[in-house]
């Protein structure tokens, strides 16, 4: 049979009542016909047992209310508020709403408790529609543990209040210039561990304002708690960290942290890789876990923390796992010394596509398998490694970096004259491979061209070359490698052959980098005064920033030489 309304609230103020009277510090004051309108009484906290007026801490109000239930709610539960009384908590700077769940069948019974502070009440408040009578609220259980208690609770209400009643709530982002941040909270002098308050019960933060009011923006609720520790530690006796990260988990749980991917839970024995970090760290952090399982622990700070594993089987089983992953790793980085490229990120942005052929190349570059045939013909290609296009050489199943030296030795063009000139093969190079090539190495293109040498017959084809590399510089001015390569090359072929088609080449280079000196526009007057081709005096013309004569000459080109020239990069100098 349901209980009347008044035996409801006879049972929950019981209920309370018993609750405040676990603890000597607090004292209830709950009137069984109370006829304040909002409140139905208080609880006083004291600071010591004597509890004499001079000690006492503070008055909480409280407002209790019933409910009756066929099974109790879990963690929290929810109850409609009327607004007027959330208006009523917020006119005295909050209190203590209690609400008891009485089961139908025992009348045993359940307390929730949720503090109202003016920061919490100002935001139901502003959550609320006009004319609406009540409002749902969250209310959480009264838990009963050495860091989240009845007592706990009212000792940091009180606190917070003080620091709530003080000041305006106002947004974040409307507090100019805030002084810093600050959260905390009271516990049991006999607590074992603070730490567990911050999972059992909400904080405030706070930003200190210009006037030195610490104004309340969020109510935290703590999922995770990660400590940062300074600390060197070491296994077999090689110092692999100076920094750990202590990790608390609202299931109570907790571990060390290392390095980027290195989880410990010494208790437990039990250890977590999480693969994260560039090729280095991870091998880094599995040099440490071999380590640490081999020796059966590990130190911080020469404080010995033991590791062991459940069996010689599964530390055999673990130690040939992290062996293969850190071979694996290092294969890797050959693989990529090799190739003439890194990647400086987290290997988990690697595709599935990406590891694959890391994986194929690994197999065929670094350990020789070449059963594993990655391309199908021989000759040049490129493939794209974490969106960084690669170019390769393959021959006969074997596959080399294309800008190494044993293709450049190996591999070379023929001019095609009765001479047959030879011609580095990175002549065939163009300006988007140049700015996009990962693995790109000038030095040894340009071993290469002094290896093949120049002659009159070849000379076309590198001075082509320089041009794909100024463009090239035009495209990516952050690549000092590309400048430094297309400066080099201008320098060769000018030491050649001091003709008029590199002497420009050279100075628009430096033209570039910044106004040319007097010597350098007495070059350029000279080929003025000394040529009649009009394409000579248009580039001529552009570095001596000269618009009108740029522009006559120009005129004078046909129709077929005015598109030749604007394809030139020395163009792209006229524009600026």
């Not at 009523?88 to 045993?108: A, D, N, P, Q, Y």
């Not at 006037?211 to 935290?220: D, G, S, T, V, W």
């Not at 990790?247 to 290392?258: A, G, P, Q, V």
């Not at 320089?466 to 390569?485: C, H, M, Q, S």
Request: aromatic share 10%.
């Amino acid at each position: 049979m349901p209980l009347v309304e008044e035996r409801i609230g006879e049972i929950a103020a019981t209920a309370v009542q018993i609750e405040v009277n676990r603890f000597e510090l607090l004292r209830a004051n709950f009137p069984s016909m109370s006829k304040e309108p909002i409140w139905d009484g208080a609880i006083y906290v004291y600071k010591n047992r004597s509890l004499a007026n001079s000690q006492l801490r503070g008055r909480v109000p409280v407002q209790i209310k019933g409910k009756e239930v066929n099974r109790f709610s879990d963690k929290t539960c929810k109850y409609p508020v009327d607004i007027s009384v959330l208006s009523g908590f917020k006119s005295e700077f909050g209190g203590l709403f209690f609400l008891v769940e009485i089961l139908k069948t025992t009348h045993e019974t359940k307390i929730f408790c949720e503090q109202l502070l003016p920061y919490d009440l100002e935001k139901i408040l502003n959550a609320t529609k006009k004319n609406q009578k009540n409002k749902t609220i969250p209310i959480n259980a009264l838990l009963k543990t050495d860091v989240s208690s009845l007592h706990i609770t009212c000792i940091n209400f009180l606190d917070n209040r003080a620091k709530q009643a003080a000041s305006k709530i106002i947004p974040l982002q409307d507090i100019e210039y805030p002084n810093g941040f600050s959260f905390g909270f009271i516990t049991e002098q006999n607590a074992k561990q603070p730490i567990n308050y911050l999972f059992e019960n909400p904080v405030y933060l706070y930003a200190k304002a210009p006037n030195a009011l610490n104004i309340p923006i969020e109510k935290m609720y703590t999922k995770e708690l990660r400590l940062n520790c300074k600390g060197t530690i070491k296994a077999n006796g090689v110092v692999y960290y100076d920094t750990y990260e202590i990790r608390h988990t609202e299931d109570k749980k907790s571990c060390i942290k290392f390095g980027q991917g290195v989880e410990i839970d010494p208790g437990e024995c039990r250890l977590k890789y999480l693969n994260k970090g560039d090729i280095d760290t991870q091998i880094h952090d599995l040099s440490f876990m071999l380590d640490v399982i081999h020796h059966d622990g590990f130190y911080i700070n020469d404080k010995h923390y033991a590791f062991y594993l459940s069996s010689n089987e599964e530390k055999l089983k673990v130690t040939k796992m992290l062996k293969n992953a850190k071979n694996d790793l290092e294969d890797f980085k050959k693989l990529f010394k090799l190739l003439g490229f890194s990647i400086t990120e987290d290997l988990n942005s690697l595709t599935k596509d990406d590891t694959d052929i890391i994986y194929r190349l690994m197999n065929v570059i670094v350990r020789k398998n070449t059963k594993d045939k990655v391309f199908t013909k021989n000759g040049f290609h490129i493939i794209k490694i974490s969106g960084m296009p690669i170019l390769l050489f393959s021959n006969d199943g074997e596959i080399e970096n294309y800008f190494c030296r044993s293709v450049s030795t190996k591999v070379k063009l023929q001019y095609k004259d009765e001479h047959e000139n030879p011609l580095s093969v990175y002549c065939l190079l163009k300006c988007d491979h140049i700015t996009s090539i990962a693995n790109f190495n000038k030095d040894i293109i340009l071993e290469s061209i002094c290896e093949c040498g120049i002659n009159a017959n070849t000379l076309e084809s590198y001075t082509h070359l320089l041009l794909e590399a100024i463009k090239a510089v035009d495209i990516a001015p952050e690549r000092k490698d590309i400048l430094e390569f297309a400066k080099e090359l201008a320098n060769y072929l000018l030491q050649y052959d001091n003709n008029i088609i590199s002497t420009l080449n050279w100075l628009q280079l430096q033209k570039r980098l910044g106004p040319l000196n007097s010597e350098e526009i007495t070059m350029l007057k000279k080929i003025v005064d000394e040529n009649d081709r009009h394409d000579i005096l248009c580039g001529a013309m552009i570095l001596l920033d000269d618009t009108q004569g740029f522009e006559h000459h120009f005129s004078l080109l046909d129709a077929e030489t005015k598109k030749f020239f604007v394809s030139f990069p020395i163009y792209s100098l006229a524009k600026r």
